[in-house]
């Protein structure tokens, strides 16, 4: 029966034939609904090794990430709460949303375009899912339980001792684990001083912070103890967005099935290309290898994440059998279809026009950002008075230095050129770095030059060297006269 529901899915190719009946389900679901655990094989080999590399200098980051300061500053700090954004240590605010919103646009069309060209190569690689999982998490699990079959085993076995120490043993190191890197996370959003001191003060002291820091660990547990693989193939929306942006030119974890087909048992001294037998053994090796439960071999699907594992598996018995290398490579279905290699396409080159001048966008933006950003605002309520010829308007004044150094600065009227500046103080007003700083002068100006009861200034803000630092349009209220 199984058989011959095989043969009405796939072709002689071994290709779906039935897209619709047979993507109605993913592996790691069975028919009726209920969840199919998955016990991939422990992969090894090259694309493995690379891999396990990459993840660890990008582990090696997240862990160092909130210690590295830069003048002073975090190299990178989140804090919504209060409002405090830090990246690469230069400091953002609330008024340089719009930069950090077209980072996000260039960082989403990057990733776009690296799907176009090269599918999910960020799930398989950078992704912190994959990371986590692969490279902490699943290795913790094959050092405790065991490869594949012992694993299968021990869940299939009664709860005797053997099994209460070892899954009381994983379940704990996975706890450990989500805790700590719990931790590094919230010192990306407030910074390690902070959660230094939550956890020297305790709980009692902090019991927000306790709450939150418990409720992200079990998140974090239950994610990589129990969600796993389903974070890709049911909530992740980039696993969606691949069916929109992946064609035919895409470089994809793909399966040789001209080569591969038709797929066979491996026959010692066999000529298989007499025989019209394709390379492909049929070992279920790639599969089992898997980390969603897909058969590489049934085309491109959505669950598949381009780990390589099935690469670094099926390359591993073509060298023990004496067959090439590459029955699953990385490539694009045009070239396994016709033997060209793949092409920067014009679909290609229209998003990457698209990226650089984004990118140039962004970074003249960035470098035009001011040190400085003035605002003069009439204080609610208040008025103008008129005293010796000479009318006068209050200003509440804040001033924020962007600067990773103190500015001192001072305070002229632009235009009109004829209005002066009345300080509390010295007429110098000192703002540390990444501070605000507020305070209130008066403007005056004499009453003969005032001929609109509001007329529109600009107040300059200047550097001791006299540099403008940064202008303000407002208003100035005067009494009313009549215009003949």
Known sequence: MASNENEQIRGGQGQVLDPETYRDSIGTMEQSGKRKWIFPKRPKGKFTNYRTIVAYILLAIYLAVPFIKINGNPFLLLNVIDRQFFIFGQPFYPQD?????????????CIIIFTIAFGRIFCGWICPQTIFLESVFRKIEFAIEGDRNKQMKLDRQEWDAEKIWKRSLKWTIYFVLSLIFTHFMVMVIVGYEEVFRTIAEGP?????????????????????????????????????????LIDKDTINVFYDFKRGENRAKWRKDEDRKAAGKGDCIDCHQCVVVCPTGIDIRDGQQLECVNCTACIDACDEVMVKVGLPKGLIRYASETEIETGIPTRFTGRMKIFMVVLIALQLLLGFLLYSRGDMEAKFIKPAGSTF????????????????????????????????????????????????????????????????????SKQNITIGVYDLKGNLVDSYDTYFE????LQF
């Not at 949303?97 to 069309?109: E, K, N, Q």
């Not at 001192?408 to 500046?421: L, N, S, Y």
Request: aromatic share 16%; proline share 5%.
């Open 97 to 109: 949303f719009f930069l950090l919103t077209l980072g996000a646009i260039v960082g989403l069309i």
């Open 204 to 244: 009692l002291a902090h019991p927000t912070n306790f709450i939150v820091i418990i409720l992200f660990t079990a998140a974090f547990y239950f994610v990589f103890a129990w969600f796993r693989e389903q974070v890709c193939t049911l909530v992740c929306p980039y696993g969606r967005l691949q069916g929109v």
């Open 385 to 452: 008075f008129v005293r010796d010829g000479f009318i006068t308007n209050t200003y509440n004044y804040t001033f924020l230095n962007k600067s990773n150094d103190k500015k001192v600065v001072t305070i002229k009227v632009i235009e009109p050129a004829h209005g002066e500046i009345i300080f509390s103080g010295s007429g110098n007003i000192s703002i540390p770095k990444d501070k605000i700083s507020k305070g209130t002068i008066n403007i005056t100006f004499p009453e003969k030059e005032m001929n609109l």
């Open 478 to 481: 005067g009494p009313f006269k």
